[in-house]
């Protein structure tokens, strides 16, 4: 079976790379995207992959024009769940956010709250328990 | 029998088409001629995946044999076959995703369509296979791309010079496709003289909008076909490539 696929939409490189190498690790397929227009190129379906799970977005990533791009990325991705990586003491923009993650936080931190984030749908995924 | 006279329409038609390989090792481009039925369909299967050549001719045999079972008074308003053209796109979406196994699972397909009734042109499409009208010596594109570089110049966002083509070939809708396959519709009335080319995307990337123009204003619709298919593979057209033009010729 297909691994579930997640999206990283993170402009700064290096916590991107760190984000994503503790992920693989843990079992997940994961694509890195620099900006939300790179991100649209990630096909909801591949051969041999599965559907887009969760898309993490950083809120450094919502910037105009780039964030007029948003609602394509999500109308193209159908079923994930979205997780805001947000400033430290900003608002939190507007979305469907399934949780936010605020800044500072350790890789560790991002991946175990995504993880959660992905447990909770696979456990909906299930038939009830007798 | 003649369909035409039985919804109502009394325009005469010419028209002809065209295909090419391109320099791809496959022609996954499809289509449909039916004057009988008043439908006239391009399709371009996606290429890069297996079984392009098969979404393609599903869909435009799907809708060709949705059409042709629909029957419908001869006061029907176009709305009917506005319906019949969503239905039919549907079951070959259905019918698409009902092949997706092994090598097949990511088959899929464009479509565009003309359907003509009551001398107005029904314009059906999904993906980026086009329908130009060239009307008093104007040629008008009368569908919208479903591509990425679509929708992000709708949200008033410009990729860069050097990513366009690469947003220009990421669909956003296609018939085998996850997500929303219905058409986008549009009548059109039809005029003496008015010119409709249905093509692939092989076709009018390699051609500008002045040397189609220029072909379909001085040409027979076969014609038209032939040299417009030539032009675009001498100018290196690397994609499968496909013309079907029906010219209006009186009422």
């Known amino acids: 079976m297909a691994r579930p696929r997640i999206l990283l939409v993170m402009p700064e490189h290096w916590p991107r790379a760190l984000l994503r190498a ?30 887009v799970r969760l898309i993490l977005i950083d809120q450094d990533a919502l910037v105009e024009p780039q964030s007029r791009l948003f609602d394509l990325l999500v109308s193209r991705h159908p079923q994930p769940r979205l997780v805001l990586l947000a400033r430290a003491q900003m608002q939190t923009p507007p979305g469907n956010w399934h949780t936010v993650v605020r800044k500072p936080a350790l890789i560790g931190e991002i991946a175990s709250a995504l993880e959660q984030v992905l447990s909770a749908v696979e456990e909906k995924r299930q038939p009830p328990r007798r | 029998m003649d369909p035409l006279t039985e919804t109502g329409a009394s325009a005469r038609f010419d028209h002809g088409v065209a295909t090419h390989i391109g320099r791809r090792p496959n022609n996954e481009d499809a289509y449909r001629v039916a004057p009988e039925l008043g439908l006239y369909a391009v399709a371009d299967g996606l290429g890069g995946y297996e079984g392009g050549e098969i979404a393609s001719d599903l869909a435009v045999g799907t809708l060709a044999e949705f059409i042709g ?11 009917f076959w506005e319906n019949a053209l969503i ?49 008093n010596r104007e040629l008008k594109q009368l569908t919208r791309d479903h591509t990425l570089y679509v929708e992000m110049l709708a949200r008033g966002f410009e990729p860069g010079e050097d990513q366009r083509s690469i947003y220009a070939n990421e ?53 038209s076909c032939d040299r417009l298919v030539r032009q675009a593979y001498e100018q290196r057209g690397i994609d499968n490539m496909t013309a079907l033009v029906v010219r209006v010729l009186d009422r």
Do not use: K, W
């Open chain 1, 22 to 51: 503790e992920l693989i690790e843990r079992g997940y397929d994961v694509v890195g995207a620099p900006d939300l227009a790179s991100a649209l190129l990630c096909r909801p379906v591949e051969m041999d992959r599965g559907p």
């Open chain 2, 69 to 79: 079972a629909t029957h419908a008074p001869s006061n029907e308003r176009l709305a």
């Open chain 2, 87 to 135: 239905e039919a796109t549907r079951l070959a979406h259905q019918r698409i995703r009902a092949r997706q196994v092994g090598p097949l699972a990511m088959m899929g397909t464009t479509l565009a369509a003309i359907l003509v009734r009551d001398q107005t042109a029904i314009v059906c499409h999904v993906g980026d296979s086009r329908v130009y009208l060239l009307r």
């Open chain 2, 171 to 223: 669909l956003t809708r296609a018939l085998g496709m996850e997500g929303n396959a219905d058409p986008d519709l549009a009548q059109v009335p039809m005029l003496a003289g008015d010119v409709f080319l249905l093509c692939t995307d092989g076709l009018y990337e390699s051609l500008r909008d002045e040397q189609i123009a220029q072909v379909l204003e001085a040409s027979s619709a076969q014609e």
